[in-house]
C-alpha cells in the first residue's frame, strides 16, 4: 500500500467514526424533544378562548372543534413557542396542524393549572384581512 491509500483509508475510518458520535447527541436531542412534547396538558380540565383569540377564529373560519383538534393531535413548534418564562402561566406553546377543512395552522395556547387559553389562531397559508386589536 501507498502513503495515499493509507491516509485515505485512516480519512475514511475518521470519518465513519465522526458520523457514529454525531448521531448518538442527535438521538440525545431527539429524545429531550419527546419529553418536553410529553409535558403539555393536551387535555385540559377548560379550554379559556380571549377575546383576540375569538375574533382570529371567526375571521379565519376556524371552530372550537377544530382548535380542539390541534390541541390534542397538533405538533409543538419550539421554534414559534415561548416557554422560558419560570412562571408556568406565562409560557406559550405554538401547535402546528392541520383543520378537518384542510387549513393549515397554528394556535397559540397559554397553559395555566388545568386550563389551555386560546390566545391566538393563524392560518399559515393564507393572510385573511383581520381587525382584531
Known sequence: MTRFHILLFLSLIISVLSNGCGNQSQNTEVQNF??????????????IFTKHGKCRMNCRSIDSLEVDEILKKGHINYVKSD????????????????????????????????TQTVVTVIDMDTDWDCDCK
Open 83 to 114: 416557554t422560558s418564562s419560570n412562571n408556568p402561566c406565562r409560557k406559550k406553546y405554538a401547535l402546528e396542524g392541520t383543520t378537518r377543512d384542510n387549513q393549515l395552522v397554528r394556535i397559540i395556547f397559554s397553559p395555566c393549572n388545568d
Open 34 to 47: 419527546e419529553t418536553k412534547e410529553d409535558s403539555f396538558n393536551r387535555k385540559p380540565e377548560r379550554l
